[in-house]
């Protein structure tokens, strides 16, 4: 079963431009989340996406924004770059069934990484 | 708010020695922690998955337990490899089902 996928692998960009990322979760995960870190915040949280809808969100301006296709992939956009935005974006995906319990309990798995340049 | 630390923040040690990682987290009301390994300019691969109401899990030479009520999980490394030299995260993920990441361990370990 293949990974988690994330493209591109590297993005350069200049201030005020705005980037896409794409994240492809495994086969059969419904929840997608994303993740930033850098070498001064660490690793923070993003949003968390679920059937095509925003399900969790993290304490990041609105300029970072995402969504989930029907399929479970997503994207994560971020409008208006700025300096600090430079980071590896992580996008992790979980199975995270029907069920009650299973989102309590659920395992995430990363892929390998965005990594944006901006200057 | 939840606040997870990770001592000591980096550890240099032979091979073949056996090791201990720590994370403490400030917030006893958990679903679950999880220990990642990061190399250098890669994404994360999970190790391990405690529940709530697990005390540890094994996985070939990685053990790791926890204790909720003192706020504590240790990640152990038996028989350490340079293959092993990586950085070590911890998550744990709260009531806001966010996960809550440690600031990791780096770990050398030297041939």
């Known amino acids: 079963k293949a990974g988690v996928t994330q493209t591109p692998r590297y993005l350069i960009k200049t201030r005020g431009q705005q980037v896409t990322l794409s994240c492809s979760p495994i086969s059969g995960h419904r929840s997608v989340s994303w993740y930033q870190q850098t070498p001064g915040q660490g690793l923070q949280f993003l949003f968390e996406?679920?059937?095509?809808?925003?399900?969790n969100k993290g304490n990041f301006p609105g300029r970072f924004s995402g969504r989930q296709f029907s399929n479970s992939r997503s994207e994560m956009n971020v409008s208006t770059l700025e300096l600090g935005d430079s980071a590896l974006y992580l996008c992790?995906?979980?199975?995270?069934?029907?069920?009650?319990?299973?989102?309590?309990?659920?395992?995430?798995?990363f892929g390998p990484g965005t990594r944006l340049t901006v200057l | 708010k939840q606040e997870v630390t990770q001592i000591p923040a980096a550890l240099s040690v032979p091979e073949g020695e056996n090791l201990v990682l720590n994370c403490s987290f400030t917030d006893s009301a958990i679903y679950n922690l999880q220990w990642f390994r990061q190399d250098p300019g890669k994404g994360l691969t999970s190790l391990l998955l405690i529940q709530s109401s697990q005390r540890e899990q094994t996985s070939g030479r990685l053990n790791a337990s926890l204790d909720k009520s003192s706020g504590r999980s240790t990640l152990y490394i038996a028989a350490s490899q340079p293959g092993d030299s990586a950085t070590y995260l911890c998550?744990?993920?709260?009531?806001?089902?966010?996960?809550?990441w440690g600031a990791g361990t780096k770990l050398i370990i030297k041939p």
């Open positions: 998550a744990v993920k709260g009531s806001n089902y966010q996960l809550i």
């Open positions: 996406y679920f059937s095509e809808t925003q399900r």
């Open positions: 992790a995906s979980s199975l995270d069934g029907t069920s009650g319990g299973a989102r309590e309990g659920d395992e995430q798995f």
